[in-house]
């Protein structure tokens, strides 16, 4: 309760919340509101926004519903960023438990593997990932997740040298419990917290990279995104600028949204913990 | 005809600006040229062979026509749509047996060295009949080159072939190239081949590569006071949004093949100084058309065929897709082709109702939510209209009931996908009617063509009547006849589908009215641009 | 000098196993990829079946996988980096034609973010809570959340279109002749909208990183004792406060490197910039694997240099670091 008053006290904490709030809503009313295929021919093409109330924010190059486009586009934008941060924080907290638990030569092979993931530009290989498994979501999040794991698994690896020598876990030691078992059971709960607080960078993240593969035509065709949306509408930027602008403009909010939602939380859990 | 009327009409209302500045030359061609001066053009592919007796491809030429000449250029006024280059007059035999070339005089190589009748002989036998991608086809029969003095050149062929054919394929099939800098060394390693040199009224200078080529004039031109520019240089602009930036922030002159995206075009014709013109593509007709994998069985009924052919609102595609800068098909021969096309044929009207009816009485009922089968439809990805007509694609067949799934690959995976692997059921492609069916239209629906071979039927099509036409059509020598049997191909192509034609288009050029001489011939952009010049 | 020359041999060693890595797998996602050289080629030219196993042949694409990995693996052990067959070059004249570039504009966009963020952050953070400290960190957020892209093609469409102040793309004037001191100018003009691009999205990192180490470090006791003392806050914010805050941004620094590279990609492309990250596309698209090997090669070499280098620096900056200290 203190916690959720502290984190209501911030108004950036307050008002990225909303905006994930306002996000979520859009993502899951998307079916309710706009039961038709969003790519689907609604009206005549390049309808400028307010001028007809049942295609509000107007239509694009084709006559597909640009407002339809962004609810649905918030379902695949929130996709993408929760897959591969789910994705990245799941691999890079195994790796990092392993690797910190195991030592060794397992350690070396593990770190190494890491390093070598961290050394190629992560949107170099997501770009050449998509370009080889050809682009559909599902590639696009496990291009994005490929070069997000290794944070993670830096900082699982960290807290679980730091916690390997405590006192519990020498105690599970002692009553038999497998290495493995100590290993998922014991430590890594206690690692996740630092973990988890990079989600929201790598949410972000995720959700920028998939626009930027969208706009070099990399996204999945069947479906609307928000970054497919910017890449579409780039051809007319100078004469339809709304049809990039409005896209534009729901992909600010929503990364700044995550970010300032997820420092609040973080912000709230340290206090928490120092006060603890 | 009506929609192509339509059609025509927005392609010129988009060109106003234009009309006042080339589409109605007279009072401007008083203007007296001047010489001189830098011509920037936007580039948005680099070609690193810049062979264009290999690679017969609008790409390479578009840089390398300036440097390599053909033996003949197409043209809006000439006698059967040619006007000479190398070549001062050709004639063939009445048997198809030889075709005699009279080559222009006083000719020489940037490198100072005269250009002969060998260099023609050599070009066809030990390059365009070998190693040309279109060559092969064309010069397939061809036996030897006599070579009687320095001017003359005799074609001989080992089967009769049609003149008609020869003749049509002289502008982008025979740009001729040095024999003395290509047998020294293997022909596809030829240093040559990257830093070509031609007869041409621009010489290579250089090349940097992610920046620009630049061509410099060549004073020892044959041409009389040509050429007018020192120098064209071409630089590479990979994004599509940025030619049309440059070219209003006078960055560069020109950006043809329309690199300005069709979408931007009304803004840009406002902009002063900047013209827009349709012009100047004639000969280089890209056609829109649904390649169909025949060995998926649905697809190999031809009920199911008309429904697709049916369900697809071609004036939507010309006037949405295409912003009107494009014509609908009838057929595998584009309208605009004066000698070949028939409007003779079988057509199918936008009709959503008669297309399911045709799915019903094929047997594919609807089932749960109204979907009769699913499929995977592979749009090209070379060009922007390809994949958004592949989007439009998607959601017409959802209309009668068929699940298409979109598969976007880059270009070498289509290539794989489509022309290699056969994985696909339908895909998008735009394949270029070059003046004549048998040069690179045929091979889109004739049987029997090996895996792997780009812009062919590879969609297991056979249709024995049609192969038959086809073949009788490549030996029949009466220019007339030979045009009737092409005809027949027409009617025969749009009955059964083995694909289907959807719309066909030429380029926009955008360019600074400074420019003159533009699109002066229907194959501007890919010709030598002697005679093109700055203001001021 | 002894503990430098440890690290740096260590981090030697380590680096060959990492490269290896890099490469095998870099080799293998191409070999996975539907279509070869022969397909990315003859999409632009056309040809038949006899030319296009021709072609196979004449690159070595006739061979398989392992034999094909083999050979370049021992090339590479003599430092050959291979032949392009998209350029039909040595892939190293290749590359290093293109480095320079890239290495301008990221340098040039670490600078900016580095030192512009650096300094913000000192301002932010000197007053933590204040107007101006929220207002730094949310207008540097919302600066992060814009699309590298987007924020170039408007950059381009308001300077380089409608004022004209500077140019829309390119490194330089086309052929101008220049030399010397008007060609660095005349780059410099051309760096600057794809600099401020890279540049300000990492801007907010740097500032956001610099905020929340001074505030960690105002409440660390020296500090307390030095306001004890009486003494300015302007001259503990700068002496004191941003001194120790600094230390972790230099780690970012070569972190980010890699990032940097990877978002010159995309920078590259909008604005015509005929760097490494194009080539790199260049190659994917022309399935040109020796090519694609030899940037990701080059790339990696830079970012474990960068990094190297950071290390160097941290170990002269602050004496904790020992060779003991940098296990991860």
Known sequence: MIALRRFLRTPEAVAGALILAALLAMALSAPWFFPRDPQSIAGPALLRPFQDWTLPLG??????????????????????????????????????????????????????????????????????????????????????????????????RAEVLSIRERDYVAGARVIGMHPLEIAFREILPNALPPVLALSSVIVAAAILTEAALSFLGLGDPNRVTWGGMIAEGRAVLRSAPYLSIIPGVALVLTVLGVYLAGEGLVETSATRRMNA | ?????????????????????????????AQTPTNGGRLIAAADSEPRNLNPAIIASNGVFFVASKIVEPLAEASFTGKDGLEPRLATSWEGSADGLTVTFKLREGVTWHDGKPFTSADVAFSALQVWKPLQNLGRVVFKDLEAVDTPDDHTAIFRFARPTPFQLIRNALPALTSVVPKHLYEVSEIADNPANTAPVGTGPFKFAEHRPGEYYRLEKYDAYWGEDQPRLDEIIYRVLPDRAAAAGALEAEEIHLAAFSAVPLADLERISKVPGIGVISKGYETLTYQLVVEINHRRKELADRKVRQAIAHAIDKEFVVKTIFLGYATASTGPVPRNDVQFYSSDVPTYAFDVAKANALLDEAGYKRGEGGTRFALKLLPAPYFNETKQFGDY??????????????????????????????????AIAPPVFRGDPAISTTILVQSGIPDGVPFSNQGGYANPELDALIAKAAETLDPDQRIALYVDFQKMVAE???????????????ARSSVKEVSNNPRWAVSNWADTWIEG | ????????????????????????????????????????YVVSVGGDASMIEELRRRWGLDQSAATRFAVYISSLARLDLGHSVAFSRPNLDVILERLPDTLLLMGSATALSFCLGTFLGIVAGSRPGSF???????????????????LGLVLIVIFSVQLRWLQLGGIETIASGKTGAPRALDIARHLVLPVASLGFIYLALYLRMMRVGMAEVWRMDFVLAARARGIGRRRIVLRHVARNALLPLVTMLGLQSAAMLGGSVVIESVFS????????????????????????????????????????????????????????
């Open chain 3, 132 to 150: 101006r400290d929220r207002f730094l960190s949310i207008g540097s957020l919302a600066l992060y959340a814009v699309p590298g892209f987007w």
């Open chain 1, 59 to 156: 239509t694009d190059r084709l006559g597909r519903d640009v407002m339809a486009g962004l609810f649905h586009g918030a379902r695949a934008s929130l996709a993408v960023g929760l897959a591969a941060a789910a994705g990245a924080i799941l691999i890079g907290a195994v790796v990092g438990t392993l690797a910190g638990f195991a030592g060794g030569l397992l350690d070396e092979i593990l770190m190494r593997i890491t390093d070598a993931f961290q050394t190629v530009p992560g949107f170099l290989l997501a770009l050449a990932f998509v370009s080889v498994a050809g682009p559909s979501l599902a590639t696009v999040i496990v291009a994005i997740t490929l070069g997000a794991w290794t944070g993670p698994a830096r900082i699982a």
């Open chain 2, 1 to 29: 005809m009506s929609d192509f009327a339509i059609s025509r009409r927005g392609v010129l209302a988009g060109s106003t600006f234009l009309l006042a500045s080339t589409a109605l030359p007279a009072a401007l061609r």
């Open chain 3, 273 to 328: 910039v005929p760097g490494l990250g194009r080539l790199a596309q260049e190659a994917v698209a022309a399935r040109d694997t020796p090519l694609l090997l030899g940037i990701i090669l080059v790339s990696a070499v830079l970012v474990i240099a960068v990094n190297l280098a950071v290390d160097l620096l941290y170990a002269g900056l602050d004496p904790r670091v020992g060779s003991s200290g940098e296990a991860a």
């Open chain 2, 496 to 510: 059964d589908l083995p694909l289907i034609n959807v719309a066909e288009w030429g380029f926009i050029t955008v």
């Open chain 2, 393 to 426: 694609l998607r959601q017409a067949l959802a209309e009668i009931g068929i699940d298409a799934e979109l598969v976007n690959n880059d270009a070498a995976a289509h290539q794989k996908a489509v022309y290699t692997d056969h994985t696909f059921d339908l």
């Open chain 3, 1 to 40: 000098m002894n503990r430098a020359l440890r690290l740096i041999r260590r981090r030697l060693i380590g680096s060959i196993a990492v490269l290896l890595i890099v490469i095998t797998g870099t080799f293998l996602l191409l070999e996975a990829a539907p279509g070869d050289a022969v397909d990315a």
